[in-house]
């Protein structure tokens, strides 16, 4: 679940509304569904108004986190990679090793989230890439040639990824992925 966003936002988040409050309790009522949980109404608050955490569960800060991203930024067609294993990382990771395009799709779930969360042992997996680390990736994309992909699902992966990227490099923003 791709989204693009400006992470220098998600690490102060209650700074870019005009009504902190109004506007956390706005959002808590949006996403109830989320947030019908205490731990992740306590994690969208701390993550929300930039304080300290207060548990040690990374799931429900990754949870309020991809709250945060739907709300500062926007989600990103997942057509092509929804549902997926972790094995398809690697089939896209050798399509893109042949097209000469240097990106490991494994660090759109496992490099991390882009703001400090209490280790996450299980779910949500979080990674993320810079708009500086997708510069370069959007010239490669651009100079590639996705035509000789045979498989469809391949290609429309590998499609689906490239407009990601030029997405967030076009709006100077930054890529923010969750994997469950």
């Known amino acids: 679940m791709p989204y693009a966003v400006d992470v220098e936002v998600l690490s102060a988040p ?42 040690s569960d990374g799931a429900p800060y990754g949870m309020a986190l991809q709250i945060l991203c739907a709300r500062f930024g926007g989600a990103l067609s997942n057509r092509a990679w929804y549902p997926i294993s972790t ?58 040639d996705l035509s000789g992909i045979g498989d469809e699902e391949l290609f429309e992966s590998v499609t689906e990824l490239r407009d990601w990227v030029h997405w967030c490099v076009d709006n100077d923003l930054d890529l923010v992925s969750f994997h469950y």
């Open 87 to 144: 094995s398809w990382f690697d089939k896209v990771g050798d399509v893109l090793d042949g097209l000469g395009i240097d990106l490991d799709p494994h660090h759109l779930a496992f490099s991390g989230s882009p703001i400090s969360l209490p280790e996450i042992e299980d779910f949500p997996a979080i990674g993320h890439f810079t708009r500086a680390e997708l510069e370069p990736v959007a010239r490669a994309f651009a100079a590639a």
């Open 14 to 55: 209650s700074a870019h509304t005009g009504d902190p409050q109004g506007f956390f309790d706005w959002m808590v009522d949006v996403h109830r569904a989320t947030t019908c949980s205490e731990a992740v109404r306590t994690a969208l608050r701390e993550l929300f108004f930039s304080e300290e955490h207060s548990g």
